[in-house]
């Protein structure tokens, strides 16, 4: 088979495909709020809409359950599939550095226009900066990916600490400042942001860029690039294991499952009340109180992958799995759809919605767009080899164009 050519489908990794797509489709259930409402509602739920009632169970839930954990799933997988295409590259001949390195260098791209041209929460510009560097790795022993992948996120969890002191140390007039851009906006501050958002698309240009440059210069060093970089090296010595296979031992997959119950979920708990005694509006609560949300969704991630493991391998809801496996295969295509849907709902260029949904608004959109997907995503793989963008990103890579449409015997048949 030629390096350019669709993956045969013995060669799909079912499990490991739809577990992509179980944690596309999380995903969504945080970026919505970035979606929908001013900035720092994502970390301060007090900030701006309705907490009474059933909003603040929605909220709750989405803390404990998805937030951090379905990103950190996905970065997982992220490295995990670098080791399976340099893999296959190898196996055939191929250059693996040359395609892995033209394969981000177009994924960066990609995640430019997409930042700078409609959402500022983009993290593709994020998974090609960490697929430069872990790519180096990528042949070293699963215990030496696990051992340095935890150091790595370690890292992270320090720069964030010391970054709280570190901005301690400021002036009092600028440490105030500090807070209302992050935790804190005064009404006017939300009014402004509001406005530029119902706008149409070259009034939001202002405030999307300068918070895309704030994403990718200072939060990518302080934060994204370790916390992500250290999820794909602990990815790719997962993979190494046969975890996102369904190779690892059943056992294994329960002690996942345990584990997220009886360690993640306690320290995530723990942190949320902790914020919550302190207040969401203080910087130590970003900075401090996070880090119990930061190692706790790390085992409540894992909790999700033995889960979903155990259903995959087992044969039970076949025909769900079978829809997380579509989803998961065009997941470059789904996620660009998220915020083609999203921008289209909130934005001024479409419905101009921004501020307007509550969090209950918001999960019910959150559901119709998974039910969207879990239909459309089959449907399409049906007749095509490829996601619209998926297609894109591999012909840009190997530089031709590879068959896009399935050919007449394999469309009957179906692929999901």
């Known amino acids: 088979m030629p390096p350019s050519a669709p993956v045969s489908e013995p060669e799909r990794q079912l499990p490991l495909d739809a577990l992509r797509g179980f944690a596309l489709l999380g995903i969504l259930m945080m970026n919505i709020r970035i979606f929908s409402m001013p900035f720092a509602a994502y970390f301060n739920p007090t900030a701006y809409g309705s907490l009474d009632g059933a909003n603040y169970w929605v909220w709750f839930l989405s803390h404990v359950f998805f937030d951090q954990k379905f990103m950190t799933i996905f970065s997982m997988l992220f490295g995990a599939g670098i080791v399976l295409m340099t893999g296959r590259a190898e196996a055939r001949g191929d250059r693996p550095a040359v395609r892995h390195y033209r394969r981000m260098f177009w994924l960066l791209v990609f995640g430019l226009i997409h930042a700078y041209g ?55 007039g600028e440490v105030a400042e500090i807070e209302r851009h992050m935790v804190r906006p005064v009404p006017e501050d939300l009014a402004r942001e509001i406005a530029n958002y119902r706008s149409g698309w070259w009034g939001q240009m202002p405030d999307r860029v300068t918070r895309s440059l704030e994403f990718q210069l200072q939060v990518s060093v302080l934060w994204g690039l370790w916390r992500a970089g250290g999820l794909m090296l602990i990815g790719m010595a997962l993979f190494k294991q ?62 999700y992958v033995g889960l979903v493991m155990l259903v995959a391998t087992r044969g039970i809801f076949n025909r769900l799995i079978a829809r ?93």
């Open 118 to 172: 409609l959402w500022y929460g983009d993290i593709l510009v994020l998974y090609a900066l960490c697929g430069l560097w872990v790519f180096l790795l990528r042949s070293r022993s699963p215990r030496t990916l696990l051992i340095v992948g935890a150091l790595v996120l370690v890292v992270g969890s320090l720069l964030s600490i010391g970054g709280y002191f570190g901005i301690q140390q400021l002036p009092p």
């Open 242 to 303: 046969g975890v996102f296979t369904g190779r690892a031992s059943q056992r294994l997959y329960v002690v996942f499952v345990a584990g997220g119950a009886l360690i993640g979920l306690p320290l995530i708990l723990w942190g949320m009340r902790t914020t919550q005694l302190r207040g969401w509006d203080s910087l130590e609560a970003f900075f401090i109180e996070g880090q119990w949300n930061y190692w706790g969704s790390l085992f409540l991630s894992l909790g």
């Open 324 to 416: 997380l496996a579509a989803v998961g295969r065009m997941a470059l295509t789904n996620y660009l759809l998220h915020t083609i849907i999203c921008t289209t709902v909130f934005y001024g260029h479409g419905l101009g919605y921004f501020g307007s949904f509550s969090r209950t608004d918001q999960a019910l959109l959150v559901i119709g767009v998974w039910v969207l997907q879990l239909v459309v995503s089959p449907i399409w793989l049906r007749h095509f080899a490829f996601g619209p963008f998926e297609w894109v990103w591999r012909a840009l890579t190997y530089g031709h164009a590879p068959p896009f449409r399935r050919a007449t015997t394999q469309a009957a048949s179906g692929v999901a």
